[in-house]
C-alpha cells in the first residue's frame, strides 16, 4: 500500500510518516498543531515512536488484514516469544531483554530515520489523486541516499529508494545496478 499511496495527498496515512500541507496545518485546530508538532519532535519520531512502532504496534494485525496475513502476524509472534522464551532461559531474562530492547530501539530509529530522510525532504513530491503520478512519485517523492558500500549492505540497499519505489519487486542485491544506466540524477 505504501508504494501505491507514496506522495497521494488524498490517500495518506498508509506506511508514511504524517504530513499536513501547509494550508491543513493553518486550517488545523490548536490541539492538532500542537499534535502534529509533538509528533514530529525528534525525540518522538526518532525514538519513542519506532520503538512502539516495531514492540507494539507490529504485533497485531491490521483491520484490514486478510487471514493469510493474520496467520503470518501472530505465527511470527509466537515464534518471536518461543525463541525469547529459550535465550531468556539459558541467558537470563535480564541480560536477553536489555540485549533484545538495545538492539531494537537502535535499529528501529535508525530504519525510522532513514525511511523519513527518504520520504520528507524539500521539494519532495506530492500531489492531488487527480494529478498524481506514480512514475514522478517513484522518482521524485523518494530520495537517492548515497551510502558507503559497508551500509549499503546493511540497508539492503535502501538508499537506493526511488529506484525500489519504481519498482518494488527488484531484489535489494540488484537495486545499484539498475541505479547506473539511469542519466536522471546525473549532472
Known amino acids: 500500500m505504501h508504494h501505491a499511496t507514496a506522495g497521494n495527498l488524498d490517500k495518506r496515512g498508509m506506511g508514511d510518516v504524517w504530513t499536513l500541507t501547509v494550508q491543513e496545518y493553518l486550517a488545523a485546530s490548536r490541539g492538532k498543531r500542537f499534535a502534529y508538532r509533538f509528533s514530529r519532535n525528534p525525540v518522538v519520531l526518532f525514538v519513542l515512536a519506532p520503538v512502539f512502532l516495531f514492540l507494539v504496534k507490529q504485533r497485531f494485525a491490521s483491520s484490514h488484514a486478510r487471514p493469510r496475513e493474520r496467520r503470518s502476524v501472530y505465527g511470527t509472534n509466537l515464534a518471536m516469544l518461543a525463541l525469547a522464551a529459550l535465550l531468556g532461559g539459558l541467558l537470563g531474562f535480564k541480560a536477553y531483554l536489555l540485549i533484545q530492547l538495545t538492539v531494537l530501539a537502535v535499529a528501529a530509529s535508525a530504519g525510522v530515520w532513514l525511511f523519513y530522510v527518504q520520504h520528507q525532504f524539500e521539494g519532495v513530491y506530492w ?21 558507503p558500500k559497508v551500509l549499503q549492505w546493511f540497508t539492503g540497499s535502501i538508499g537506493f529508494h526511488h529506484i525500489h519505489h519504481l519498482r518494488p519487486g527488484i531484489p535489494n542485491y540488484n537495486l545499484a545496478k539498475c541505479h547506473q544506466p539511469c542519466r536522471c540524477f546525473r549532472p
Open 127 to 147: 500531489a492531488r489523486h487527480g494529478e498524481w503520478d506514480y512514475t514522478t512519485v517513484a522518482l521524485r517523492g523518494s530520495s537517492f541516499y548515497k551510502l
